[in-house]
């Protein structure tokens, strides 16, 4: 079993910045791709950016040059720096991670619970 954990959303002003963490642990051998997506009220699940193991990037055309994914290979955790927020950034975020058990090597596909991104105008 592979949990993640995100932790880092909240309210802020348009313009500001929040910063978004997520961290796996559990039977993990390895993690391939990291990535945050989100979900507005009314609209399909999206994708926001994702990151390989070697730390290539992709990010949707929306969040490009505000919006920053990182990871840190040795703590498990996956960042997503969000700068000069707007308001059509309001969602939730959610964490998501694909990897291999420690014990058997099958593959999993883990998702993160969600954390609220609220922005004001």
């Known amino acids: 079993q592979v949990q993640l954990v995100e932790s880092g959303g909240g309210l802020v002003q348009a313009g500001e910045s929040l910063r978004l963490s997520c961290a796996a642990s559990g039977s993990i051998f390895s993690i391939n791709a990291m990535g945050w997506h989100r979900q507005a009220p009314g609209k399909q699940r999206e994708l926001v950016a994702a990151?390989?193991?070697?730390?290539?990037?992709n990010y949707a055309d929306s969040v490009k040059g505000r919006f920053t994914i990182s990871r840190d290979n040795a703590k498990n955790t996956v960042y997503l720096q969000m700068n000069s927020l707007k308001p059509e950034d309001t969602a939730v975020y959610y964490c998501?991670?694909?990897?291999?058990?420690?014990?058997?090597?099958?593959?999993?596909?883990?998702w993160g619970q969600g954390t609220q991104v609220t922005v004001s105008s």
């Open positions: 998501n991670a694909r990897g291999s058990y420690y014990s058997t090597r099958a593959p999993w596909d883990a």
């Open positions: 990151i390989t193991s070697g730390g290539s990037t």
